[in-house]
């Protein structure tokens, strides 16, 4: 096959430990077909072969997001963004500005909302004195917590509060009537609903799909979404990503795309269990897994949610916050649940839990373990999203039951742009060596996987691996990161074997995917703290160029 492309003159870091290092990478038919020096590689050109110097920039396998959100990241783009802003008088000028560029938008939707953004808990009061004629509302970074004001409140029928399932709040103020904060999807989903756009977060609050199915004018404008969305990614060299939440309808969304030659990133998509939800309801995963399973949009895993997060204290701990006679709760009754992990790995997809406090990484665990007894112990890859904090004895159970850690770099409080308060507020200070494990966890086996969550956070791969590279160890704790090669395979060859996409993408080497990303510079003589401002030169998604920076001559 003739050669499309040689990537050449290079620092190519292939992640495979038989050739680690090379020159050049030639692509054929959305392929890499030669891995090797520059005169290797360089004897492969013919007259129609595109060639690109690197100029001695590095050349990596296309990053792998292991754990995003897609369609919610896509569609808050073009939100309000207020993640820098804190005090009264700057959040109304934000809104205020906002307010006047849509002047007929139903909902006023601020995006990063920072749990400190007022110097007091925010209520609805505040924000009607930012604007109390038009429904606003605002979302916490960590995208567990909105802040709405009286007008939608009042229109999505929340203000004398809704009966909630288990983990999900209208919090009530002191006279009967909702104080102006929403914890958990299903209490805010309501007020989103405002806004037009509530068959998109049907993956995330329900797992259910839209009914009636949505025309061809609103699958369009959410094709429209996606497309801002992996635009997004393929600026920061992502080519392949795990979508966290999911229904068919996302799928079908992804393959139209493909179909129609937008789709710039492989996605994989789970079913999202429910609490609520029928065991017989798995049959749901099954068909998506069996109807979409290509290189490029596919299932074959389950997404469930046992608990909430740490700020809002959803977080299940073994312990009490401090100060508090609280500890959250799993979202999962434990028998339960171990009954429904065995039932979807008999059905061969794999599991993936978001678990942030030890409680609720016990608990999934468990669940993993009891699924193993069940149906022995293959192959399965489950995993386990976010662990924030676990106990020393549950550290080896995961290496031992091939659960893949999946950690965000970016979470960590102080690690990027969460703050440290966190720490201080939600974790026992004899807890902070356990917090945000991951040298620890893999050096007793578990895989690791690194992602970002956006749009929790910035989904850029360098400001994450910046945060993977400088963070500071906590007041007694261990020095939890990872080598510099061993970062940069977790957002790659790590993230694809965790998402059984080993056959297709993660690493420079003949026959897997064309799906390359060039970054600015050599990395490894990169300070680790300018890391994060490093620019992608090039990112390559199946042999096709998905972004060019405006360093690299055409
Ligand atoms: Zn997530």
Not at 421 to 438: G, I, K, N
């Amino acid at each position: 096959m003739a050669v499309e492309m040689i990537v050449t003159n290079a620092k190519v870091l292939t992640m495979d430990a038989g050739r680690p290092r090379a020159e050049a990478v030639a692509v054929a038919g959305g392929k890499i077909v030669a891995v090797g020096s520059a005169a290797e590689v360089a004897s492969l050109a013919g007259p129609e072969t595109r060639v690109i110097d690197a100029g001695g920039r590095t050349l990596l396998p296309g990053f792998v997001e292991s754990h995003l959100h897609l369609v919610l990241g896509g569609n808050e783009l073009v939100q309000l963004q207020i993640g820098g802003v804190h005090g009264f008088e700057a959040l109304k000028a934000a809104f205020e500005a906002y307010a006047v560029q849509y002047p007929s938008n139903a909902l006023l939707m601020a995006q990063g909302a920072s749990y400190e953004i007022l110097d007091a808990p925010v209520t609805r009061a505040d924000l009607d004195r930012v604007i109390a004629d038009r429904p606003i509302a605002m979302m916490s970074p960590d995208h567990h917590t909105v802040w709405a004001n009286t007008a939608a409140l009042a229109a999505a029928g929340l203000l004398h509060g809704a009966a909630m399932p288990h983990g999900h709040e209208v919090v009530m103020a002191a006279d009967g009537t909702a104080s102006g904060e929403l914890r958990e999807f299903e209490a805010f989903g309501p007020i989103l609903a405002l806004g037009g756009e509530a068959h998109l977060q049907l993956g995330i609050a329900t797992g259910g799909e839209p009914t009636p199915w949505p025309s061809d004018a609103v699958r369009a404008k959410d094709k429209e979404k996606i497309a801002a969305g992996l635009a997004h990614c393929a600026a920061h060299g992502i080519t392949s990503m795990v979508n966290m939440d999911g229904n068919r309808y996302t799928c079908q969304l992804l393959r139209e795309m493909k179909d129609e030659g937008r789709l710039t990133a492989r996605v994989k998509v789970p079913f999202h269990f429910k609490p609520h939800m029928e065991l017989s309801e798995l049959e749901r995963a099954s068909a998506m897994t069996a109807e979409y399973n290509d290189d490029w949009v596919s299932s074959g895993f389950v997404k469930m949610f046992m608990d909430g997060v740490v700020d809002s204290r959803t977080a299940f701990m073994l312990n009490d916050y401090p100060g508090t006679t609280e500890r959250g709760e799993p979202l999962f009754e434990p028998e339960r649940f171990k009954a429904i992990c065995a039932e979807i790995d008999r059905r061969g997809l794999q599991i993936a839990v978001h678990a942030i406090g030890d409680g609720a990484v016990r608990t999934t665990i468990d669940g993993y373990e009891a699924a193993g007894q069940a149906n022995g112990l293959r192959d399965m890859r489950h995993r386990i999203e976010h662990i924030e904090l676990i106990a020393r004895s549950d550290i080896p159970r995961l290496g031992a039951l091939g659960i893949t850690a999946s950690v965000q770099p970016p979470h960590p409080p102080g690690a990027m742009d969460f703050p440290m308060s966190t720490m201080e507020t939600v974790f026992d200070r004899d807890r902070w060596v356990d917090a945000y494990l991951w040298k620890s966890l893999a050096d007793q086996g578990a895989p690791l996987a690194f992602a970002s969550d956006w749009p929790v956070t910035d989904v850029s791969v360098m400001r994450g691996l910046q945060a993977a590279m400088t963070r500071v160890p906590y007041e007694g704790a261990k020095d939890e990161r990872v080598s510099l090669m061993d970062s940069l395979y977790a957002y790659t060859a790590g993230g694809a074997w965790a998402a059984h996409m080993e056959s297709i993408t993660g690493k420079l080497v003949v026959g897997l995917a064309a799906d390359l990303v060039l970054i600015e510079g050599d990395i490894e003589a990169i300070d680790s703290g300018d890391l994060g401002k490093t620019g992608i030169a090039l990112t390559i998604a199946g042999g096709n160029i998905t972004h060019q920076g405006v360093g690299l001559a055409a």
